[in-house]
């Protein structure tokens, strides 16, 4: 007896309490999560009842309440929130679009780009030109390009597995392509959505016109993928057809709106931060459920996670909702630069933006030394079938708190079927299944656990602190 108590004494080195290893803590963090989680009922919450969460609407607010009270309902050191200003764009009527060729009317699926302007009153009716990528609309010139419609018909790829790069290739069409046609006289911009799937559904998402004057901004609106296939099939036989858009959208003032946070004090070093996180906002069309009502209710059963689990951190465990991650970005400044002002230490963050989709592990942004030490951890995770722990690329809203030494990390799920979803209408509820989400809260906590516990020592990239 007494030997065996000795050797559960030994193996203390590794364990969490008294004869509880890493494996079990694990186990019971993953149990409690798929038998007592609570992300799957504060997502029905946000996506159902609130539903999709814009910056500056009313359901933003809603959700900033909804969240910083059921905070408070898990006895955390701390609840508080934290004030920005952020943009308010509203779409107003919804849109329409149709096109007219010698085969006929074809109605359109499209949406008004976030941050786009509205066509005149009575729409815009013109000509289309149709380019594979914005960046040939220069060689086009005035010529070819003023008073039409460009068309960008550019395809995520589909050869590529993670679909998040194929995403990343497509993403500036939408982002600049109105700013570069409109400095060529073009009227208008439809780009095709930025979806791994053929359908009807157009995908919203920001876009910026840089440093064009106002008076010589284009709406922009995106074409379901359908649509795109059409509309190009359509335009080899009649290059002459006439495209109609109307679309009524609006910025309006700044307005107030929160970041919502909340936090477990640590018991032994309580100014190093850890940081979990999502973001509160979301794009109107759908309710946001994967983008990213996911990771915001993961992130918060990370605290509560570990509370049931009977872990008490060693480091200030803190869970942040940001506000404004769409079209903005300045929940991430604003928490980025009250750290700063403070003199606060965070030594890690861990994002959960990428849809509540099965986990398969994380990436990381560090240098390859912290990167290293994190990879001791790798095994722990193998009886979940988390095997992906990559170098490079964490998560828009934490971002900003990147130093020389820290880390940053995003949950990396399966990302197959995220871009089905992703800022369309049908980013919904309906499309999140219970056990992914909470295998996904589970990875997440697995992980803030180890690095509570053992965290990691930076050390200078020429080093060679390892064999
Ligand atoms: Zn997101």
């Not at 157009?202 to 876009?207: C, L, R, V």
Request: net charge negative; with cysteine.
């Amino acid at each position: 007896m007494k030997i065996k108590l000795l050797i559960l004494f030994i193996s203390g080195a590794l364990t969490f309490g008294f004869g509880q290893t890493d494996e079990d803590v694990l186990k019971t963090i993953y149990t409690t999560s798929l038998t007592n989680g609570h992300s799957y009922q504060w997502l029905d919450y946000l996506s159902n009842t609130i539903g999709g969460r814009l910056s500056g609407s009313t359901n933003a607010e809603l959700a900033v309440q909804y969240t910083k009270s059921e905070l408070e309902k898990l006895g955390l050191d701390k609840v508080w929130l934290q004030p920005v200003m952020v943009p308010k764009w509203v779409r107003g009527e919804k849109e329409m679009a149709y096109f007219e060729s010698s085969d006929g009317f074809h109605k359109v699926n499209i949406c008004a780009l976030g941050g786009s302007i509205a066509t005149p009153d009575g729409g815009t009716k013109a000509q289309v030109i149709e380019v594979s990528t914005y960046k040939d609309i220069a060689g086009l010139g005035e010529e070819k390009i003023e008073g039409k419609i460009v068309f960008i018909n550019r395809a995520l790829q589909p050869e590529l597995i993670n679909t998040f790069q194929a995403y990343g290739g497509c993403s500036s069409e939408r982002y600049r392509g109105a700013a570069e046609a409109a400095k060529y006289g073009a009227v208008g911009t439809i780009v095709r959505s930025l979806s791994s799937r053929q359908d009807d559904y157009p995908h919203t998402g920001s876009m910026s016109y840089g440093d064009l004057p106002v008076a010589q901004r284009i709406p922009s609106a995106a074409i379901s993928t359908n649509d795109a296939v059409k509309l190009s099939e359509t335009l080899k036989k009649n290059p002459n057809l006439e495209f109609f858009l109307e679309q009524s959208c609006q910025q309006f003032e700044d307005v107030l709106s929160y970041n919502v946070i909340g936090e477990i004090t640590g018991s032994e070093f309580p100014n190093e931060i850890i940081l979990v996180g999502g973001h509160l906002d979301s794009w109107d069309l759908g309710d946001g459920t994967h983008d990213d009502g996911a990771g915001v209710v993961q992130s918060m059963d990370v605290l509560r996670l570990m509370k049931e689990s009977g872990i008490t951190p060693k480091r200030s465990i803190r869970v942040v909702l940001f506000m404004n991650e769409e079209n903005g970005l300045r929940g991430a400044r604003k928490y980025a630069e009250v750290a700063k002002e403070k003199g606060e230490n965070h030594i890690f963050a861990l994002e959960s933006d990428a849809g509540g989709f099965t986990p398969r592990g994380f990436s990381f942004t560090t240098n390859e030394a912290n990167y290293s030490q994190i990879l001791d951890w790798k095994p722990l995770f193998k009886p979940y079938l988390i095997h992906y722990f990559e170098l490079g690329g964490s998560g828009a809203d934490i971002g900003p708190l990147r130093s020389e030494s820290n880390v940053l990390a995003g949950l990396r799920p399966d990302s197959q079927r995220y871009f089905d979803h992703h800022h369309a209408s049908n980013d919904t509820f309906e499309h999140v299944n219970k056990r992914e989400l909470e295998l996904g809260a589970a990875t997440m906590t697995s992980l803030v656990y180890l690095y509570d516990k053992y965290g990691v020592n930076p050390v200078p990239k020429s080093s060679n602190f390892k064999d």
